[in-house]
């Protein structure tokens, strides 16, 4: 039964994928940073699978020590954790430097931290995805602070290949989806046409079950090509 790691799966994109992995017989290890959204999900996804979850922050030197220690060994990394910053979204110009610091700790630091302890563990031909989104290549007004992290996630994703041939190392984008983090960065406005985050799972599944290259995917391409 091989294992994942996935941050941030009490909804959303990581929840949907969770339940996609459960169900193909993954054991699962999940996070998020409110405990009953989480028991929720664990006891949804415990009627598929062996399930962990442990609920904290990302940020957190010792609860990324207690997810990696509870996996035990590992096959999948997905770091899907996320923060947004300050709703609505400031520009460069004035964006408080404390709310960008925060960003940058759980968008770029502790995905990188959960990676350096991953590599311990991960076999050859492990994988590595981390969640990115187009803001990380787009240069949209009021989203430098969200998109220059996740720019700086990718970068990393991309020396990580360099360096660890031996596994595989993914940046995905899953495009817009109907969540938590997409209402924060449109307060007040009607979201309910963009795509539920159960759209970008395929494109998931076909870098962590198929052989791909390392590098830096866009989900509902991936489907495309498939189809």
Request: glycine share 8%; hydrophobic share 45%; proline share 8%.
């Given at each position: 039964?091989?294992?994942?790691?996935?941050?941030?799966?009490?909804?959303?994109?990581?929840?949907?994928?969770?339940?996609?992995?459960?169900?193909?017989?993954?054991?699962?290890?999940?996070?998020?940073?409110?405990?009953?959204?989480?028991?929720?999900?664990?006891?949804?996804?415990?009627?598929?699978?062996?399930?962990?979850?442990?609920?904290?922050?990302?940020?957190?030197?010792?609860?990324?020590?207690?997810?990696?220690?509870?996996?035990?060994?590992?096959?999948?990394?997905?770091?899907?954790?996320?923060?947004?910053?300050?709703?609505?979204?400031?520009?460069?110009?004035?964006?408080?430097?404390?709310?960008?610091?925060?960003?940058?700790?759980?968008?770029?630091?502790?995905?990188?931290?959960?990676?350096?302890l991953a590599v311990l563990l991960?076999?050859?031909?492990?994988?590595?995805?981390?969640?990115?989104?187009?803001?990380?290549?787009?240069?949209?007004?009021?989203?430098?602070?969200?998109?220059?992290?996740?720019?700086?996630?990718?970068?990393?994703?991309?020396?990580?290949?360099?360096?660890?041939?031996?596994?595989?190392?993914?940046?995905?984008?899953?495009?817009?989806?109907?969540?938590?983090?997409?209402?924060?960065?449109?307060?007040?406005?009607?979201?309910?046409?963009?795509?539920?985050?159960?759209?970008?799972?395929?494109?998931?599944?076909?870098l962590i079950q198929g052989e791909?290259?390392?590098?830096?995917?866009?989900?509902?391409?991936?489907?495309?090509?498939?189809?």
């Amino acid at each position: 039964m091989p294992t994942a790691l996935i941050t941030g799966a009490s909804r959303g994109l990581g929840l949907a994928l969770a339940r996609e992995l459960a169900a193909d017989g993954w054991r699962l290890v999940i996070d998020a940073r409110e405990p009953g959204a989480l028991e929720l999900a664990r006891a949804e996804l415990a009627q598929l699978t062996d399930v962990v979850a442990l609920a904290g922050d990302v940020a957190d030197d010792a609860h990324r020590r207690r997810l990696l220690a509870t996996a035990g060994r590992l096959d999948l990394l997905v770091n899907n954790a996320s923060v947004l910053g300050p709703s609505p979204q400031p520009p460069l110009a004035t964006y408080p430097l404390a709310e960008l610091e925060h960003v940058y700790a759980v968008n770029v630091l502790a995905p990188l931290a959960l990676i350096q302890l991953a590599v311990l563990l991960l076999p050859p031909g492990g994988r590595i995805v981390n969640v990115t989104s187009d803001a990380a290549v787009e240069p949209y007004a009021g989203w430098g602070g969200y998109g220059s992290s996740k720019a700086a996630l990718e970068q990393l994703g991309n020396v990580l290949a360099a360096e660890h041939p031996e596994l595989l190392v993914y940046t995905v984008d899953p495009g817009d989806m109907r969540t938590q983090l997409q209402q924060e960065a449109f307060p007040g406005e009607d979201i309910s046409d963009r795509p539920e985050p159960e759209a970008s799972v395929p494109g998931l599944l076909a870098l962590i079950q198929g052989e791909l290259p390392s590098g830096r995917y866009r989900a509902r391409d991936l489907v495309a090509v498939e189809a």
